[in-house]
């Protein structure tokens, strides 16, 4: 029924899809963006660490709950319309982060900033797997392969233009997604999908969310995402290095992140099933958390394990997004909004949550407490793994 899926015919993708494959580069560039600047805005702004953890918090929850909206709104405005509605966002923010003075008005401005990416991050990939030419399977490694590639180019590019100044990054983004939004505008034909006809209700994720398999894996990114963001946040505090050499060390985890999703990832499922695959990937996760915790202090241990951990990262991502669209009993587009829901919370709580603890405790104590919520997580799926089992033979019909 549908093409045949192999990893050749992987780009054999419509414009379409392309463009908003490029455009999906370029909106999670901001994901990583401000890493290599965190300590330099802490230093001009006279900020905490803390304070500057903030950056990211604000970006997640606003994004959580806009997931809950993205529904709506795409239902009414069409996969086009949105996606470039959020590039319309992504870049008057970025602009306007750029040109702040004070942390806490960064802070509000990198939450409207998360308003655009969600917008855009929900519909991307329900863009991608609806005019894709090949499977489920091979447009979610491509969607994949553009999140990576976004997450690994965007710290290579902060670190640059941070290096000149720490606004450089925030201007940068904005002139990147007046490109994405050309691209989009004049490349991606006006949206003929059929989740446009039908519009959905602000309630409908909370509906998916009553569907079991859905619930587990979104609580299970909910847990997991503790750990994402306590080493993307937290961790460049503690490596004794500038703006470029940041940059550097997030290029090299957003290259094992990308690659992994793409070329590991598929094996792993195909060999030996989704969960207990995403099982072993979160526990060496959880492991690697634990030795930065324990290590804090030695900047060459922290450095390597930033790295290293994008390669479990990037299989998990593609296990559980496959898993996810695969479990949905709904549209893929509100089981999408759904689960981003539920992982952006966790996202938006573990920043925050870190640079407080170490406020409180010691420097040691947010990875120790990051790697935990991952084991949980590991548990959690593991004694649930019976409801969710089936994922594997949906992709496999």
Same mark, same amino acid.
């Given at each position: 029924?549908?093409?045949?899926?192999?990893?050749?015919?992987?780009?054999?993708?419509?414009?379409?899809?392309?463009?908003?494959?490029?455009?999906?580069?370029?909106?999670?560039? /901001?994901? +990583? $963006?401000?890493?290599?600047?965190?300590? &330099?805005? =802490?230093?001009?702004?006279n900020a #905490?660490? %803390?304070?500057?953890?903030?950056?990211?918090?604000?970006?997640?929850?606003?994004?959580?709950?806009?997931?809950?909206?993205?529904?709506?709104?795409?239902?009414?405005?069409?996969?086009?319309?949105?996606?470039?509605?959020?590039?319309?966002?992504i870049?008057?923010?970025?602009?306007?982060?750029?040109s702040?003075?004070?942390?806490?008005?960064?802070?509000w401005?990198?939450? /409207?900033? +998360? $308003?655009?990416?969600?917008?855009?991050? &929900?519909? =991307?990939?329900?863009?991608?797997? #609806?005019l %894709?030419?090949?499977?489920?399977?091979?447009?979610?490694?491509?969607f994949?392969?553009?999140?990576?590639?976004?997450?690994?180019?965007?710290?290579?590019?902060?670190?640059e233009?941070?290096?000149?100044?720490?606004?450089?990054?925030?201007f940068?983004?904005?002139?990147?997604?007046i490109?994405?939004?050309?691209?989009?505008?004049?490349?991606?034909?006006?949206?003929?999908?059929?989740?446009?006809?039908?519009?959905?209700?602000?309630?409908?994720?909370?509906?998916?969310?009553?569907?079991?398999?859905?619930?587990?894996?979104?609580?299970?990114?909910?847990l997991?995402?503790?750990?994402?963001?306590?080493?993307?946040?937290?961790?460049?505090?503690?490596m004794?290095?500038?703006?470029?050499?940041?940059?550097?060390?997030?290029?090299?985890?957003?290259?094992?992140?990308?690659?992994?999703?793409?070329?590991?990832?598929?094996r792993l499922?195909?060999?030996?099933?989704?969960?207990?695959?995403?099982?072993?990937?979160?526990?060496?996760f959880?492991?690697?958390?634990?030795?930065?915790?324990?290590?804090?202090?030695?900047?060459?241990?922290?450095?390597?394990?930033?790295v290293?951990?994008?390669?479990?990262?990037?299989?998990?991502?593609?296990?559980?997004t496959?898993?996810?669209?695969n479990?949905?009993?709904?549209?893929?587009s509100t089981?999408?909004?759904?689960?981003?829901?539920?992982r952006?919370?966790?996202?938006?709580?573990?920043?925050?949550?870190?640079?407080?603890?170490?406020?409180?405790?010691?420097?040691?104590?947010?990875?120790?407490?990051?790697?935990?919520?991952?084991?949980?997580?590991?548990?959690?799926?593991?004694l649930?793994?019976?409801?969710?089992?089936?994922?594997?033979q949906?992709?496999?019909?």
């Amino acid at each position: 029924m549908e093409p045949q899926s192999h990893k050749s015919n992987m780009f054999n993708q419509p414009k379409a899809v392309w463009a908003v494959a490029f455009a999906s580069i370029i909106a999670f560039m /901001g994901l +990583g $963006l401000v890493d290599p600047i965190l300590p &330099a805005i =802490a230093h001009k702004l006279n900020a #905490s660490h %803390s304070d500057v953890t903030m950056l990211f918090t604000s970006y997640n929850l606003v994004m959580a709950v806009a997931m809950l909206i993205t529904g709506v709104i795409s239902s009414r405005l069409g996969m086009k319309g949105t996606l470039l509605a959020g590039i319309v966002i992504i870049a008057i923010f970025a602009a306007l982060g750029g040109s702040s003075n004070g942390i806490w008005q960064l802070v509000w401005l990198r939450g /409207g900033w +998360g $308003l655009g990416n969600a917008l855009f991050v &929900a519909t =991307a990939l329900s863009a991608i797997v #609806s005019l %894709s030419r090949t499977g489920v399977a091979q447009s979610i490694i491509l969607f994949e392969t553009a999140i990576g590639l976004g997450i690994s180019v965007g710290p290579l590019l902060g670190g640059e233009l941070g290096s000149i100044s720490w606004r450089g990054p925030f201007f940068g983004v904005a002139v990147l997604m007046i490109v994405a939004f050309l691209f989009i505008a004049f490349v991606m034909p006006k949206s003929k999908a059929p989740a446009t006809a039908k519009k959905t209700s602000i309630l409908d994720p909370f509906r998916a969310l009553k569907h079991r398999p859905l619930r587990i894996f979104g609580i299970t990114a909910f847990l997991y995402n503790f750990g994402f963001f306590t080493l993307l946040a937290y961790s460049p505090f503690y490596m004794g290095l500038k703006e470029r050499g940041l940059g550097y060390v997030f290029l090299g985890w957003g290259l094992l992140l990308a690659i992994t999703s793409v070329f590991m990832a598929p094996r792993l499922q195909k060999r030996y099933g989704t969960v207990k695959s995403m099982c072993v990937q979160l526990l060496l996760f959880a492991v690697t958390l634990m030795v930065m915790g324990i290590w804090t202090s030695t900047k060459e241990v922290i450095i390597v394990a930033v790295v290293l951990a994008g390669a479990f990262l990037g299989n998990n991502n593609t296990l559980i997004t496959t898993a996810v669209m695969n479990a949905a009993q709904v549209e893929r587009s509100t089981a999408s909004a759904a689960y981003s829901f539920l992982r952006f919370l966790g996202a938006a709580a573990a920043p925050w949550l870190a640079g407080k603890l170490a406020e409180w405790y010691n420097p040691h104590v947010p990875f120790i407490v990051g790697g935990s919520f991952v084991l949980v997580s590991v548990i959690y799926v593991w004694l649930n793994r019976r409801h969710v089992q089936h994922v594997d033979q949906v992709e496999g019909h």
